[in-house]
């Protein structure tokens, strides 16, 4: 219920930023699911260090999925829709690139399959974010891309 001293652009907002909020709790809960998975594929015969692994993979690729739609629905909120696909694309990209980068070079992650695992949460975040955001971005602009 909304109090007589709120204005429409605050209430506007708010929901705006709900959808946000869903958003991200849905990129998080398919994240989970997948490493839920993938541990149960993976403990068997290779034990919890390499779940473990593969969480800190699933961590880093759901952060910069999470940034990504941040500042792509910022940019299309503020009539800067190119700007901030492009912006979502270098943060999305980048995160797990610069984790891939620095997870070569530490054995404990490299002999563990931290690359294989960055790889597998980066296509399950990429698909999962870019539906999410394309949704969230046609509410910002008023599109219709589907029904």
Request: net charge positive.
């Amino acid at each position: 219920m909304t109090s007589s001293s709120e204005t429409s652009p605050d209430v506007e907002r708010r929901e705006q930023w709900g959808g946000v909020r869903k958003s991200v709790g849905m990129l998080t809960a398919i994240v989970v699911a997948a490493w839920l998975v993938d541990a149960w594929i993976v403990v068997p015969s290779q034990g919890w260090g390499d779940a473990a692994v593969a969480g800190a993979a699933a961590g880093v690729c759901w952060l910069s999925s999470v940034l990504a739609l941040l500042v792509t629905i910022r940019g299309a909120k503020r009539q800067q829709a190119m700007a901030g696909a492009l912006g979502g694309i270098i943060v999305r990209t980048g995160g797990p690139l610069a984790a891939l980068a620095v997870g070569s070079q530490v054995p404990l992650l490299a002999g563990r399959g931290f690359g294989g695992q960055i790889v597998v949460f980066f296509l399950v975040t990429l698909a999962a974010e870019t539906v999410l955001v394309v949704r969230l971005a046609n509410r910002a602009l008023g599109l219709k891309m589907w029904r």
